[in-house]
């Protein structure tokens, strides 16, 4: 009797153990089985196997339908279902066909690989997938022209982006001629371009301008002598170099000592820019004298230190020479 129990103790055990190990099942399916050339169906392959047990999905087999069968797209594996050892592996795949006809698509092989073990299990070969063409009917079917080219109006948005590139090079271009052209003609490409009007005649222009206007004669003190002082540190600065335009009074008086000019020509420049400055700050209203002396000084520092050219020399004593 104790015999009898352990042989079939062992029996079960070896059965289970057997169960446990069973090789894998493969079935596939179709989510339907007929559809229009050119439509879309999915072929579900569906894997029961241990969870030791490893398998290989290959690519859907389509020379049974002689390559006519296309895969759309393969979706990755998936686990469906798991219970215990047990597991369920799911690989969906889209066909479609654009010949009519019936295909058999069953017969899909999966790589099976235990322990020692390499082998390929095949689903049931039992799986066809019928391709039906449109049907026509001939006798109350009415055949047409093909329709002439369609001409859609072109829309804004569809233009919109190359007109603003093509004005965007246009302007570049044109940017990048005037550039050229400025630097073969050496003119400065930044900035404004320098007057070719000598510092003495824009001086005495000026000074001319100026002496119109009657500013002091009407109490314009302030405007005169601002005036006055712009005048003389513009032609300081073309004449000599000096930065009279951002300098202060003292920092001109100090530089027009390093100058060639005579005793006389530096205390009239530091008489103006010192009056220049009581008049703006301090309210100071100088008198009649004062002013015309000043005035006639900057004129005769314009006329006794600019610089003329020869041909300019020639002309103003051929002038002379008339008179």
């Keep these: 009797m104790k015999h009898f129990l352990t042989t079939i103790l062992l029996s079960l055990a070896t059965a289970m153990a057997v169960a446990q190990t069973a090789r894998p099942t493969v079935e596939v399916s179709l989510d339907r089985d007929s559809v229009a050339i050119g439509d879309r169906v999915t072929l579900s392959v569906t894997v029961d196997k241990d969870v030791m047990q490893v398998v290989a999905f290959p690519e859907v087999d389509t020379e049974k339908a002689q390559g006519i069968i296309e895969v759309v797209e393969s979706a990755p594996v998936d ?156 032609y300081l600065n073309g004449r000599y170099g000096v930065g009279a335009m951002e300098m202060t009074t003292d920092e001109i008086i100090a530089e027009i000592r390093t100058l060639e000019l005579d005793a006389k020509q530096q205390e009239m420049i530091t008489e103006l820019l010192q009056t220049a400055d009581f008049v703006k700050f301090a309210k100071h209203a100088p008198d009649a004298e004062q002013n015309e002396n000043l005035y006639t000084g900057v004129y005769y520092f314009v006329e006794n230190t600019k610089q003329v050219n020869p041909d300019e020399q020639n002309t103003e004593y051929k002038e002379a020479m008339k008179v």
């Design 79 to 234: 686990t469906v279902e798991q219970n215990g050892r047990r597991i369920r592996l799911a690989k969906r795949y889209t066909l479609t066909s654009f010949d009519a006809g019936n295909y058999r698509v069953g017969g899909y092989p999966v790589l099976y690989i235990d322990k020692n073990i390499v082998d390929t299990l095949y689903s049931a070969d039992t799986l066809v997938l019928r391709v039906a063409t449109f049907e026509i009917d001939t006798a109350t079917m009415t055949i047409h022209d093909i329709r002439p080219v369609k001409h859609i109006p072109v829309k804004f948005g569809e233009w919109a982006g190359w007109a603003a590139l093509g004005v965007l090079a246009a302007v570049v271009l044109a940017a990048l001629i005037w550039v050229i052209v400025r630097l073969i003609s050496k003119k400065p490409v930044f900035g404004r371009e320098k007057s070719a009007e000598p510092p003495h005649e824009k001086a005495i222009r000026e000074l001319n301008e100026l002496i119109h206007q009657k500013l002091w004669q009407n109490g314009r003190h302030k405007q005169y002598y601002t005036r006055l002082a712009d005048i003389l540190r513009e």
